[in-house]
Each structure stands twice: as structure tokens, then as C-alpha cells.
């Protein structure tokens, strides 16, 4: 039991991104920091009152710390991750391990089977220009088309991909890793639906190609950069769209191509320089012009939906269906009880 309290105890306070002595002090000293590195180290269990104040500072009900985790998050890699602290990393983890958890177990209540099956674990990458027909690959394995992906993230939930969106700081893009065998993605919340778009299918590159050992890392970004374009609009189609051979493009075409397809215009350029419909002078020219924009204000924005809905909706439906407690499917899918009350009295 002690070190199931100790790695939940550890859990809640790196979730609410506190040291031992802001805990502490939040609790108003009424254990000392000490005594809460000891609970973290499995030392020692505290009391019944203790516990309470813990979990009140933390903001978790006291049978969180007494619940082990099932999740574990293993050789995860970040983006730009540099530029983040290790309190924003150990945060960063323990949310996605909590949405997990939570996730999970929603799964597990409605007897969902998980399993995923990499359609590209074949042939190595060795060189950017291959991943253009490992595209085509993945999108007639997938069913997908040519056409643009309406919603990637839900796209990817529909594949048995999990994509959790979080609050986090913007030095984070993205990550991925497999937990239990389970392919995960997180994505930046507050970034826009170009940007997750992008990096979900980034991110899904990680996950899907493979490469031969001792790839430099420059060599393995630039395939992932390649395979996201390339998901959001197929070789075929950028020839259709633009042409083999451009001199000029107006910045209307690049617009209304990402209010279609949902790809910054900065993106669409890089893809047209990547397939040679423009030459190197060209690009680096646009690349001058907008060095004063990367934000691309006033460009023109998706007009699609970027979002996932399939965990909520698992919610509503254990919920409704009174397969769990009120109070239980709330904590599961983070809601307060009386706002998933107000949803399921809505019922047909």
C-alpha cells in the first residue's frame, strides 16, 4: 500500500506542478515537506486527517492516492523539448497519464477491445523522397483518399490512435509514444487547427515509419515534416492544384488551398519546393516575405472542425446507460456531476 500511495501521491502533486515545499505550504504547513518527500519515497504512510489535506490541496478525492496506475509513459521523445523545465515535462506526463488512466478504464466498463496494427511496418525510411509512397500506402490501407481529411484527430481515434489535447505551455508542440501497446499522441490545446493538424500527423510519423539505426535526428524530422504534408494533401493532388512547374502563385491560391485542406500556407509552399512544382529561388523568396507574418495573419484560416469527441461521448453513453455511478462517470471524464446530469436528462 505504501507504494501505491507514494507513486499517487508523487502523481497528484507533479499534476498540479508543485515542489515538496510549495505542497507544503499549501497545506498550511500541517506536515512539513520532509514528512511529505518520506510519503513520496514510500518511507512512511500518513494518517486519515493527512491524507484529507492532501487531497484537498491537490485537488483529488482522498481514494486517489490508493488506486495504482496502469499507465506507464516509456521512451517518450518531445518536441522542442529544449525549451521546456522538468516541471513542465513531469506535468506534461503525469496529465497524459491521468487522461489515460481515465480513458482506459472507460474503455475497459464498456468492454472495448484496443489493438492497433502499423499498415507501414514493413520497409525502412531512408531518404525523405520514399515517404510520399509510404503515404499512398497508408492512405488506401486507411481508406482515406485524396480527398482532405475533415478531421485528422478524429481520424486518428477512429484508427485506434489515442489523441489527448492538453493545457500546456507554447514551448510544447507534441508528442508520441505506445503505452501497453497503444499508439499515443499529445497535441497543444491552445494552438490552432493548422498547427494540430500538422503536428498530429507529425507525430503519427513517429509512430508509423521506421528507420534504420543510428538515422541522424535532422534526417528523421525532415521525413516526419514530409509525411504530414504529404497526409494533408497527397502528391497527385498538389500537381492538381498547382501544377508540375511553377513560376508564380498567387497568395489567393495558397489561401483558399488552406482553407480547404487545413495547411498553413507556409506549409503548402515547403511541399511545393519539396516536389519541385517551385525551385529553391523561388521558395526562399516567400520565405523572405514572410518571415514578417509566420503567424500568417489576415491568410485566411481552416474552415473545418479540428477536435476529437469519441472519449466524451464514451462518457455520456457509461453514464446513461447506468453502467457506473453519476458521480463516477463525472471524475472519469472530468466534468462536474451536475453539468453530465443536465447532459444525460437530455436523452431521447
Known sequence: MKEVFAARLKQARLLAKLSLRELAERMNNAVSYVAIKKYEDAKSLPDESVIVALANALSVKPDYFFKASAVELTNVEFRRKAKLGVKEINSIKEIVKDHLERYFEVEEILQIERSFQNPLAKNAITKPEEV????L????????GYNPIPNVI???EEKGIKVIEIEAPNEFDGLSTYVNGVPVIVLNKNYGSERK?????????????????NTEHRIVEKCCHRFASAMLIPRPVMYELLGKV???ITLAELIMIKEQYGISVQAIMHRANDLNIVNDYIYKGFCIRMAKNKKEEGLGKYLGVEKSYRFRQLVYRIAVEELVSLTKAANL???KAAELRDIIDAQI
Not at 510520399?132 to 503515404?135: A, H, M, S, T
Not at 498530429?200 to 508509423?208: D, F, I, M, P, V
Open 132 to 135: 510520399e509512397d509510404r503515404v
Open 137 to 144: 500506402a497508408l492512405l488506401k490501407s486507411w481508406h482515406l
Open 154 to 156: 478524429e481520424t486518428l
Open 197 to 213: 493538424r500538422f503536428t498530429a500527423l507529425h507525430e503519427l510519423a513517429h509512430l508509423l515509419l521506421l528507420f534504420p539505426e
Open 246 to 248: 511553377r513560376v508564380h
Open 333 to 335: 471524464g472530468d466534468l
